[in-house]
């Protein structure tokens, strides 16, 4: 996603293009794809950044002046998968970021929902976009990485909407996926299947435990004679 879209719409964008702007809200990018040179006005105007003219955004690389006509390199995440969905084609292959296993088709957690009302035969429908980030076998493994996010001010947000995404599709609740590094391909004791198993949940022990302990100590000679 572009700068611009993750930023929760902090910025409101006015972008000079009607067709363009009604496309993206209808959710048929997942992010923006500005023509080359199209201004954008933002509505919260800054001393820095008034007026951004895109170059060939497409490419995912690409740079950006500001209002001092300084140079902004700009570099986007997720670019190959936006790529593929605009071409309406699936992610498919790829390594989960949580387990950091194979994945023949991978999911992202949401960052962004917008609900769509239309009507068809003369019966009101109503859709759910879901905008999404990065790479996991499930929403488990999407959940868990977000728990180790937390400390970041968006984590949160993302965690209720995977929660409301978990609810739609028919999961009463949700959990965490185990800790990866009880996975025999990261080191730890358990095979795939035990370790996905969604009957079993493997909690750290938290109890007291007490070990001795050494101090070493470094022999030396004394040069005079004490008591």
Not at 1 to 25: C, G, H, P, Q
Not at 77 to 92: F, Q, Y
Not at 122 to 128: F, G, K, L, M, T
Not at 211 to 227: D, G, H, M, N
Request: net charge positive.
């Amino acid at each position: 996603m572009t700068t611009a879209a993750s930023m929760n719409e902090v910025i409101s964008l006015i972008i000079k293009s009607d067709d363009f702007l009604k496309r993206y809200k209808n959710g048929e990018y997942f992010a923006l794809d500005v023509d080359k040179l199209a201004p954008i006005t933002y509505r919260n105007s800054s001393s820095l950044i008034r007026e951004v003219i895109s170059s060939d955004s497409d490419s995912g690389y690409y740079s950006v002046r500001n209002a001092m006509n300084e140079e902004i390199i700009i570099a986007n995440t997720g670019h190959s998968d936006v790529e593929l969905a605009k071409r309406g084609l699936p992610i498919v292959g790829a390594r989960c970021f949580y387990c950091t296993r194979d994945v023949k088709k991978p999911i992202g957690y949401p960052v962004k929902t917008k609900r769509v009302f239309y009507s068809y035969r003369e019966i009101y429908h109503v859709s759910v976009i879901y905008w999404t980030k990065g790479r996991f076998c499930d929403l488990r493994c999407a959940y868990a990485h977000l728990l180790n996010q937390r400390s970041t001010t968006m984590a949160e947000m993302f965690i209720q909407l995977l929660k409301a995404l978990a609810f739609q599709l028919g999961y009463e609740d949700i959990r965490p996926a185990n800790d990866m590094m009880l996975l025999k391909s990261n080191g730890g004791i358990l095979d795939d299947n035990k370790w996905s198993d969604r009957k079993l949940e493997f909690l750290p022990q938290e109890g007291l435990i007490l070990l001795p302990a050494e101090q070493a100590y470094v022999e030396t000679k004394v040069s005079r004679l004490s008591i």
